[in-house]
């Protein structure tokens, strides 16, 4: 089976890449490059010793994305490209409605073209918003409150027509928690552009001396040291769950919609004792006031995901800040 992995030399795509590798898929790269390097086809060949397919190509290029589904007979997409700062699309809403909701539809277009209906879509918690109560299940109400968290859901909204229209069309819907950690080889992690806006990989620049010290934003939150609680997952997990989301489309034909989370809660003060403790490093830090538009705690319900799909999460906080202290050691300036 080929599987058209799009923005797979990112953080997420690139570590799903590789486990589709060893998995025995085949694998097509599409990235355009805005957010990742070519280098990281490169290292999925180092660990995998097969080298996917790659275009440099940009979802706004529907020419160039036709000449992929002529040169391989894709069996199914895994639709990873896209925009992803929370802030920078409340700066530049215009770019993130473009990027994310135009090329995700161009792309879908290309799909029908060539008659090719299996997509996994990378959603995000981010669709339960501010309201719901925890742990967040699957059929809460969604809402957003950014452009970043629009543009999830409305291609969620955009699949869920897609597949009303046309039943043949076979859509998984996996909603992230907050994904960290590192392949265990440290030959891939998170590579971020300029200064990191999520607490891993700023950790990861403080540990390395790149950032004098992490600013907590807040401890003043209802939970049980005062931090932020989220529901962090190692990216191999989550490969995983893509392989096991692949597997049950196509047993089960149809649109699912899946948490991707552990189920537990950790706060930024936990996340901080535990990275020290797998570095060696002190990690400085300084108590911030509360960021806009954080909620206090969240974490996934992930019954759904564990009996359906027969996925379960292996790895501990102490291994995620260990493969992510392995990668940013191995690779201070990224890949
Ligand atoms: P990432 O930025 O590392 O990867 C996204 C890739 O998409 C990048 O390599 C980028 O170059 C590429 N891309 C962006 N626009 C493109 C375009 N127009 N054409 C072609 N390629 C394009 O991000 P990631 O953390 O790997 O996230 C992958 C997906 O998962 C994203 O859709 C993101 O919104 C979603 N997600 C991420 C998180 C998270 O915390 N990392 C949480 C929930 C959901
Ligand atoms: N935090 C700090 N200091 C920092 C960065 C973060 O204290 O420098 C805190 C936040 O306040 C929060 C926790 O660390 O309590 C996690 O923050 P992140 O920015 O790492 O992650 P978020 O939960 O805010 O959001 C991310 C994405 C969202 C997505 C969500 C779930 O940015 O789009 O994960 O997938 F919805």
Redesign the pocket.
């Known amino acids: 089976m080929t599987i058209l992995v799009?923005?797979g030399?990112?953080?997420?795509?690139s570590h799903t890449a590789t486990a589709l590798l060893q998995q025995g898929y085949d694998v097509v790269v599409?990235?355009?490059?805005?957010?990742?390097k070519a280098e990281a086809i490169n290292r999925i060949e180092k660990i995998t010793g097969k080298r996917p397919a790659f275009y440099q190509?940009?979802?706004?290029d529907m020419d160039g994305m036709r000449s992929i589904f002529r040169d391989y007979k894709i069996d199914a997409v895994i639709h990873?490209?896209?925009?992803?700062a929370v802030g920078e699309s409340v700066q530049q809403p215009m770019r993130y409605y473009y990027?994310n909701i135009t090329?995700s539809l161009q792309l879908f277009q290309v799909m029908a073209e060539f008659q090719v209906k299996t997509i996994v879509f990378?959603?995000?918690?981010?669709v339960y918003g501010m309201n719901n109560p925890i742990p967040y299940v699957e059929g809460m109400p969604t809402s957003a409150t950014n452009p970043?968290g629009y543009t999830?859901l409305m291609i969620e909204q955009m699949l869920m027509d897609i597949h009303h229209a046309d039943p043949a069309w076979n859509v998984m819907l996996l909603r992230?928690f907050?994904?960290i950690g590192a392949h265990e080889s440290g030959l891939l992690g998170?590579d971020?552009n300029g200064i990191p806006n999520?607490l891993m990989p700023y950790i990861m620049q403080v540990a390395i001396s790149k950032l004098p010290c992490l600013n907590i934003y807040g401890n003043d939150y209802d939970t049980t040291d005062g931090t932020g609680v989220r529901d962090y997952i190692h990216v191999m997990d989550l490969a995983d769950g893509h392989l096991k989301a692949l597997d049950y489309i196509q047993k089960h034909p149809g649109l699912e919609v899946f948490n991707l989370g552990t189920g537990h809660g950790t706060s930024v003060l936990e996340i901080v004792k535990a990275f020290e403790k797998a570095s060696g490093k002190k990690i400085p830090y300084q108590i911030a006031p509360r960021r806009a538009g954080d909620i206090a705690a969240f974490y996934a319900d992930n019954t759904r995901a564990v009996n359906l799909l027969h996925w379960q999460p292996k790895y501990s906080i102490s291994d995620m800040c260990r493969d992510n202290w392995n990668f940013i050691s191995k690779n201070p300036n990224g890949l």
Do not use: R, V
Not at 9 to 13: E, F, L, N, R, S
Not at 30 to 36: A, F, V
Not at 80 to 84: E, I, Q, R, V
């Open positions: 799009t923005g030399t990112g953080y997420i795509g599409m990235d355009n490059l805005c957010n990742s190509t940009d979802m706004m990873f490209a896209g925009l992803k990027n090329g990378s959603s995000s918690a981010t970043y999830k992230y907050n994904p998170e971020p999520n």
